[in-house]
């Protein structure tokens, strides 16, 4: 066979093994073989990976890009592009209902709409429910997973205009059983957290740091247990979004050890950054305010790294929401007649191009392997919302790689916002050393991003829109707490 691309002498890293000593034939955005010695023609583009690792490239499961109820200071170009100049070569991204929407077959359309023809890389689309009726989880649920490709949902068990009730979550847990399809929860109580916040209010307590007080870590620990119980008494998958602190993932790993069909995802934040970053001059701690919050203690960043190398973590997700600090005419958001007010200030960090390269610093320092990488950055995120395809460097499978430099041979450099390709004025990640970063990076078997010559040579509009298929991981268990068993 002529192949388009060979890529040789790199280390091919999967979630369950290292291949060694092999090349990878591309040919129609495909890999069409691995194997030793593969021939090239003169038509054939040659990649020498200089013993560096091959890892697929990254799956990032939870992304907001142009959302309207999320701030999103990036566009669907500046977003994708930072993805791919950072390894991912798969984003999904949230489609979401108003309150007031009694369908969401529009909603679904005009996010499609919106994101057609501009992402650098492939894409999906989940769905944000906020007005469960009859009529959306019972006919419009199954259309879209049929002929959208669209597998998976978000509830949210906080923040006014998207709160559900229990009730309302154990509704949508029917359909989504029935459908097999992966329902995501975030957990926090939104009672403990509005009653905080109204007092701090009052008592003038309104910094940046307060936000970490308002939403402490029992609200998570309280609000993932219940899921986890509404989940069970339905035997329904759910994924918990963006975990934040031990006790979380407590709950999500005594779950699983019970084998009920929990997952947990957490995110570059909540491995590297303590709450101290909300303090600071001038509002700068208003730059690390997400929901969850930012943790007290190491032991906290600590339990997040363990929960992933011993597996309670599926996936790791950037969970990308970024505003500008500086918005238009140099406005503050957040900044009311110059006094900092928390609870306005946009929740969400930028972290699309830093997610990879900060999680792979965790294999360089021997906090998880290379295969708990791959894992939770790109094949788990892939077998949980059927992305079929991508996650893995295999035969048969989109030539999407993330090809690193190898060890020793970039020079540790220090992080600086300029170097990134999204569009937002800063990163939480500044001033951090690195001494690896995604060097080449291919979707389908294009080059997207070359560090060394060229930098971003990716396409808007390169990117295709994955119709998903319902979860290759997460399946009712037919296990229940007593003799009722939900409707089916
Ligand atoms: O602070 C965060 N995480 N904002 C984004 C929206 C969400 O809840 O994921
Ligand atoms: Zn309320
Ligand atoms: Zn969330
Ligand atoms: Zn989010």
């Not at 077959?105 to 023809?117: C, F, I, M, N, S």
């Not at 929960?307 to 009311?336: C, M, P, Q, V």
Request: charged share 20%.
């Amino acid at each position: 066979m002529e192949f388009d691309t060979v890529v040789r002498n790199g280390i091919i890293a999967n979630a369950s093994e290292c291949i060694l000593g092999q090349d990878i034939g591309i040919k129609d955005g495909l890999i069409a073989c691995i194997g030793i010695g593969l021939p090239v023609s003169a038509s054939t583009s040659v990649i020498d990976a200089q013993g560096g690792y091959i890892t697929p490239g990254g799956v990032d499961s939870h992304v907001h890009l142009e959302q309207w109820n999320t701030p999103t200071g990036d566009t669907w170009e500046t977003g994708t592009r930072s993805a791919v100049c950072g390894g991912t070569t798969t984003v999904l991204c949230f489609a979401s209902q108003n309150q007031t929407d009694q369908s969401v077959l529009p909603v679904v359309e005009d996010y499609l709409g919106l994101a057609k023809g501009r992402s650098a890389c492939d894409y999906g689309i989940h769905l944000i429910l906020t007005n469960p009726t009859k009529e959306v989880v019972e006919k419009e649920l199954p259309l879209l997973v049929r002929y959208s490709g669209i597998t998976s949902v978000k509830l949210y068990m906080t923040y006014h205009p998207m709160k559900l009730g229990d009730r309302e979550i154990l509704d949508i847990m029917v359909a989504t059983r029935r459908l097999g399809i992966t329902t995501m929860v975030h957990a926090e109580n939104h009672d403990m957290i509005e009653l905080i916040i109204e007092t701090l209010e009052q008592r003038g307590q309104v910094e940046p740091y307060y936000q970490a007080v308002s939403r402490p870590k029992i609200a998570e620990a309280e609000a993932t247990y219940r899921a986890i119980s509404l989940s069970e008494l339905m035997d329904t998958p759910i994924l918990l979004v963006h975990v934040s602190s031990e006790l979380a993932a407590k709950h999500i790993r005594d779950a699983q050890t019970r084998m009920l069909p929990i997952y947990g995802e957490t995110c570059p934040q909540y491995l590297y950054l303590l709450s101290d970053r909300l303090r600071g001059e001038n509002f700068e701690g208003a730059k690390c305010v997400c929901s969850p919050p930012l943790r007290e203690r190491p032991e906290d960043t600590d339990a997040m790294w363990t929960s992933i190398a011993n597996g309670t973590f599926t996936t790791f997700s950037s969970d990308h929401a970024a505003t500008k600090f500086y918005a238009e005419g140099g406005k503050r958001l957040g900044l009311i007649n110059g006094r900092p007010v928390f609870a306005k200030i946009p929740n969400g960090l930028p972290g699309l191009e830093t997610r990879l390269p900060l999680l792979f610093k965790g294999v360089e320092e021997g906090r998880i392997t290379i295969q708990d990488f791959v894992r939770v950055a790109s094949s788990n995120p892939a077998k949980l919302y059927g992305v079929t395809r991508k996650g893995a460097v295999l035969p048969g499978y989109d030539a999407d790689l993330c090809i690193w430099y190898p060890t020793g041979k970039l020079e540790p450099f220090v992080l600086k916002n300029s170097m990134l390709h999204h569009d937002i004025d800063y990163t939480p990640f500044e001033d951090m050393t690195f001494t690896n970063w995604p060097r080449y990076t291919l979707l389908r078997g294009k080059m997207g991003w070359n560090r060394d010559d060229g930098g971003f040579i990716g396409k808007f509009g390169g990117g295709n829109y994955i119709k998903r298929t319902v979860s290759a991981l997460a399946g009712p268990r037919n296990v229940f707490v007593n003799e009722w068993r939900p409707p089916i």
